[in-house]
């Protein structure tokens, strides 16, 4: 999982300038998902969701920061029992339900209280990517490895790797965006996405013998968006691809999304200085990622586990870059709600699917039960919510009973934007619901958004006001409301039990209906 | 809380011939929600609402016996930190989280382990009320009593307390609904409606000095339907009151409805005989418990606590009794999803409501706000789906902000229905919503049913197939949608602690979107 990677910043996706050979390879040679979208665009929820195979609104954990209720079973719940080591190389973005410990008496420190802090992973080396000079821990591992390595500083994971040398010779911050073109002072091989990389050959070296199941999580691309040489310039404004704006987006916006233009990242990506300074940054950050996941590739091979390993490209969101007048993620264009989704199963039996793009919805949640099928364990889907992805892995064949709709939540209420506009915490959440063709998106005590995705995919005319469409929106709206009604939390029990125990209360003794 | 108590069985609700003269009063004295909805008309999930202020499909115990998840807060969470002792005597339903336990390593037998395994209650005496043979439990209380009382049996809770002798002078059981006319076997000070009220008054005692909450929860009038003397005989067939059952309605059923009325407790219950044979002994169980809390009463006065005491009486549902041709309850007419709820406050400051009759609606979510409310905290409504009812107990006057709808749920994948009926066990929810006029019923996989209450009290005439009324159905489905909308599952972080944390990344070092 890369963080913050568009669904359009690769090659085999149709970027016309981007290289990422290692990436295209593996979609060529397995399934590329390319109506794949993330249940939540923003990093906290949408993983929350890859790791529990449940929606946003049934996770609960509805934004960055929001503790993961101590309830919620993870991928590492469901892969153990098959025998799995489940690890994290990487990050995250999962807060503890500290009070939910608390209340329960589960000591933070003992095994079981580092899983559920760790959305279940083992922490091979958890590192979120985020440091702050003003929070970052002492202890951090990849700060503790670059001070190894001889780089001095308080912070180094600031000062050095994501920080520059300007023309003029002064240490400049990688954090502001004016200072993307410049080289970050680490060298590659100890960049962020080289000592993740290399944690994670450390971590199958030592899985070596059983089955594991390896979350390896790149910060890279997401911000701070400055890449070290040879990546820094790699790509030019040349490189840059048009903005996706216009003006009457910016004349007439919906009042959420206008909200959200005015957010500092959305005025800065509004500026072409910012875009031609910051994407090819971008750009180079991802090309350096696919590099890396080639080395992993070439030691898979090395230590002849290739062919036994299932490699899933994909990401937790997309980043506006200044499409649509806004900057970051959260809203539900497909510039921020699309994901990158490629599978990539080394067996025979998967030769049929190769190079294949099945024109279905997919979901950041179909991971969970797809991994577990892979297993060889029955997924628990009393609590999943997302379907198996794995007959793709094998055959051409769409399954006649899949999805009709994916759908896309977002919980604004830490933004400007809930202030711009007035609003209570508990009054900001929006729903886009999508049949691959319509978009509606539902926003609570605003008018919806729709949009035509095939006659206008660049998402440019806003048609919910539209007389002819009103049929649509209210088909849509209904589709809304059957994805509500088959929301799943009776997670205690599960189909099979209520199978056996149907109607069978007379045969445990409990006589009622009796004359 | 009595259990499958209906709301029109109680004097002051405007039944014919029953007595309920301690109920009346605190409802004289009181304030009387008539217009008050279960969450659920089946007990355990109605009784995970009343408890977690939640509605059923948010705490996801959608039925008996479905363990509700070891991360949902409970009355005693939320009264504790006000030094409240918060206990039960009587029935829950409540069913462990076995499994969300063991996988969090909690002891069931630490203090938290018993406190998450019985709803967050102090099981100062738990009994759910139904012991049959096969699964009586050796250890059982109130069968210890009877046999320390000189009742002789295996499990005298059934062969004593729920049996009777009929004319023959032969044993019979009162899970039979034709000995409903006899008296059971135990005297009456030592039947369960007596015992569960001294075990009340034991904890009454055992608390006093220090503020307690107590959910006194009887079995009664629940079947088996049996009373002990004098009781059994106290009401004859001249007080049943006339059936609420038309041939229409049996002849043009929804499918849902339909596939009910086979179930062998709506069939007994269709017959008149089974009806004037059982509802004398309801009645009779009903003005038993009536008694028992004017007995809690006298001793609340005897020891001073009565002036210091709120006291609420409500009913987890209903009980078709034969009306609309069923039995026993699940389904959403008035008889089975009404509950009574009246509040008794008895300080002055509650002088100006006594008597009143709030035209508004209630649910049973709505005690536990009003319960940390009345205790001097702040409703954590970030968690909490009900209102706080203590503004209608100072003034007539109705709030002006107050809920346009109430909704209950059901999920009757465990009934013989849904064999009938064809479906898997996760296509069996329905959802009733109602404005207090209309009354929608969204069935799953089946079409809606909509009734008005005011021209149809009696719920005779289903109009959602009526041409006329396609606009109240497409409002109705808004209201649900918009229901859903706003269903709280952001559990683990409070509004005020978002309102501190917006839109302040900057200030914690994250420059995201500065130049």
């Known amino acids: ?178 200072n993307s073109h410049l080289a970050a002072r680490v060298s590659e091989e100890h960049s962020e996405t080289a000592y993740t990389t290399d944690r994670a050959i450390d971590f199958i070296n030592d899985a070596k013998g059983q089955p594991w199941c390896l979350h390896l999580s790149y910060i890279k691309p997401h911000w701070p968006y400055i890449a070290p040489a040879p990546y820094h310039n790699m790509y030019s404004e040349k490189d840059v691809q048009p903005v996706n704006a216009t003006c009457d987006e910016k004349e007439n916006p919906h009042p959420v999304v206008s909200a959200f233009m005015q957010h500092n990242e959305s005025v800065q990506f509004s500026r072409e200085e910012a875009r031609k300074r910051v994407i090819p940054a971008y750009m180079g950050l991802i090309t350096q990622v696919d590099d890396h996941l080639a080395r992993l590739i070439e030691h898979l091979k090395a230590i002849g586990e290739y062919e036994n390993t299932v490699i899933v490209v994909t990401s937790d969101h997309g980043d506006y870059l200044g499409d649509h007048w806004l900057g970051e993620k959260e809203l539900f264009h497909e510039e921020s709600a699309r994901v990158p989704l490629i599978i990539h199963d080394p067996r025979a039996s998967a030769d049929a699917s190769r190079g294949s793009t099945p024109d279905l919805l997919a979901e950041s949640i179909d991971l969970v039960p797809t991994f577990v099928e892979l297993a060889g364990l029955e997924p628990q889907f009393h609590i999943l919510e997302g379907l198996s992805l794995v007959p793709f892995l094998s055959e051409h064949v769409k399954p006649e009973q899949w999805r009709k709709y994916t759908v896309s939540e977002v919980d604004y209420a830490w933004r400007g934007a809930r202030r711009t506009l007035g609003l209570r915490p508990d009054q900001t959440k929006a729903t886009m619901i999508t049949d691959g063709r319509w978009k509606y998106i539902d926003y609570h005590h605003f008018s919806p958004q729709l949009f035509d995705l095939e006659s206008d995919p660049c998402e440019q005319n806003d048609l919910a006001n539209e007389e002819t469409c009103q049929v649509v929106c209210s088909e849509m709206e209904r589709a809304l409301l059957d994805w509500y009604r088959k929301r799943k939390s009776r997670v205690t029990v599960s189909d099979a039990s209520i199978e056996s125990n149907t109607d069978n209360a007379d045969k445990r003794g409990f006589l009622f209906g009796y004359w």
Chains 1, 2 share one sequence.
Not at 48 to 58: K, L, V
Not at 93 to 111: F, T, V
Not at 128 to 133: A, C, F, K, T, V
Request: charged share 20%; with cysteine; aromatic share 8%.
């Open 1 to 178: 999982m890369a963080d913050q990677l568009r669904a359009d910043y690769l090659g085999c996706n149709g970027h016309a300038t981007i290289k990422t050979p290692t990436i295209d390879a593996l979609a060529r040679n397995g399934v590329n998902f390319t109506k794949a979208y993330c249940q939540a665009p923003v990093c906290g929820p949408s993983r929350m969701s890859f790791y529990t195979g449940r929606y946003a609104s049934s996770h609960g954990a509805s934004y960055n920061n929001v503790p993961l209720k101590v309830s919620e079973k993870t991928l590492g719940d469901h892969l153990r029992p098959a025998g799995y080591r489940v690890a994290l190389v990487g990050k995250t973005h999962m807060k503890a339900d500290a009070e939910g410990m608390e209340r329960l008496g589960i000591d933070p420190q003992s095994s079981r209280g580092v899983l559920v802090s760790e959305c279940g992973f083992e922490p091979f080396e958890r590192d979120d990517g985020l440091h702050p000079d003003q929070v970052v821990s002492p202890d951090l591992a990849y700060n503790v490895y670059l001070k190894e390595k001889g780089y001095e500083n308080h912070n180094p994971w600031h000062s050095v790797a994501n920080s520059g040398i300007d023309e003029k010779g002064n240490l400049q911050s990688g954090w502001y965006m004016r």
